[in-house]
């Protein structure tokens, strides 16, 4: 008899969040080796970044609207924060790659430092901040990488 999987959610989690670095894992890389084309996939690679980084801003409007037990005031500032994210991705879009890096990168990293300020007045799964930190510096990674795009 099967034993039964551990935590389905934590899986789905993990296949899903990892499975999302694969933009990141080919387009840093391909716009540093593909000369001809490195500045498309520099495009794609920040396009990306800025909608993962949306993306993970609307986890804090989720968690206003639904987590149990929160003080108003922190629903309040989670559904402040979740539209910040975007606010930092859009104008990366504009930018170079090195500075859309900058912008990114820091956007990634002050999410990944308030969802471990918010940890302290909810309960997230114990897998959930050890799996954003992997994600986060994967992604991280990336944006940095890529910035070194050839010119021309």
């Known amino acids: ?6 935590d389905p959610l ?9 499975g999302g670095l694969i933009p990141f ?3 840093a890389p391909a716009s540093l080796l593909d000369h001809h084309h490195g500045w498309t996939w520099s495009d794609a690679l920040y396009g990306y970044g800025a909608i993962i980084l949306s993306f993970v801003g609307a986890l804090h409007w ?6 149990p037990g929160l003080e108003e005031v922190r629903r309040v500032r989670c559904l402040v924060w ?3 994210p975007a606010l930092f991705a859009w104008p990366a879009l504009l930018l170079a790659p090195a500075g859309a890096a900058a ?3 820091f956007g990634f990293v ?3 430092l308030l969802d471990r300020r918010l940890a302290r007045h909810m309960a997230f799964p114990a897998w959930y901040l050890p799996l954003r930190l992997r994600l986060t510096t994967v992604a991280c990674l990336s944006l940095i990488l890529g910035a070194f795009v050839p010119l021309g």
């Open 25 to 27: 894992i080919v387009l």
């Open 110 to 112: 002050a999410h990944y």
């Open 62 to 67: 989720g968690f206003a609207m639904s987590a």
């Open 10 to 18: 934590r899986r789905a989690a993990a296949w899903l969040g990892y």
């Open 1 to 6: 008899m099967n034993s039964p999987s551990p």
């Open 82 to 84: 979740s539209v910040v």
């Open 103 to 105: 912008l990114l990168v």
